[in-house]
């Protein structure tokens, strides 16, 4: 096995998808805070289209399309539009499984959206990271290059494949 040099890193690159991930979780965290704020007006009450209509009058949330589903076992929202694209990074929402959680039970439902409450310390992370990226993408473009040296001698030797990354 070979080590190749398509492996290097462009910083710029990175520095890019990092600010993407950066604007996608904020952009979840923002839905999420505001889908959450308007169910409190449902709490104990019947898991219903009336949910789908109180969001879609959230000024938050008007630029999203907002679909409110009784699929298989359970009730949820699907939010999508805006820059989310239905198929890669629409927000799926369970609101309560039927016939079990058939009244909205708001701690239920916050259980469900933790992973999206937990975007504000992933984007706290990712900007503290931000001023390190060219550093980290020096180190790993010099450690692949060291990698492919070692390889490149390894393999005068017939021993390229003694130091591939399943070899033990």
């Known amino acids: 096995m070979s080590i190749q040099f398509e492996n290097l890193k462009d910083d710029n690159a ?90 909205l039970n708001l701690e239920k439902v916050k259980e469900n959206f933790t992973g999206y409450f937990m975007n504000e310390d992933r984007i706290k992370r990712l900007q503290e990271g931000l001023p390190k990226i060219y550093g980290l993408c020096a180190k790993w473009n010099d450690t692949l290059k060291t990698l492919q040296a070692v390889n490149k001698e390894a393999s005068r030797y017939g021993y390229e494949y003694f130091f591939d990354c399943e070899s033990k």
Do not use: C, M
């Open 14 to 103: 990175i520095r890019r998808k990092a600010e993407e991930r950066i604007k996608s979780f904020s952009q979840q965290l923002t839905i999420v805070k505001e889908v959450f704020e308007v169910l409190q007006r449902f709490e104990g009450k019947q898991i219903n289209r009336r949910i789908q209509t109180a969001l879609r009058e959230s000024p938050t949330l008007a630029p999203y399309t907002i679909h409110y589903h009784k699929d298989y076992s359970w009730y949820g929202l699907r939010i999508w539009g805006n820059g989310l694209d239905y198929n890669h990074s629409s927000l799926s929402l369970n609101l309560g499984y039927i016939g079990e959680d058939d009244r």
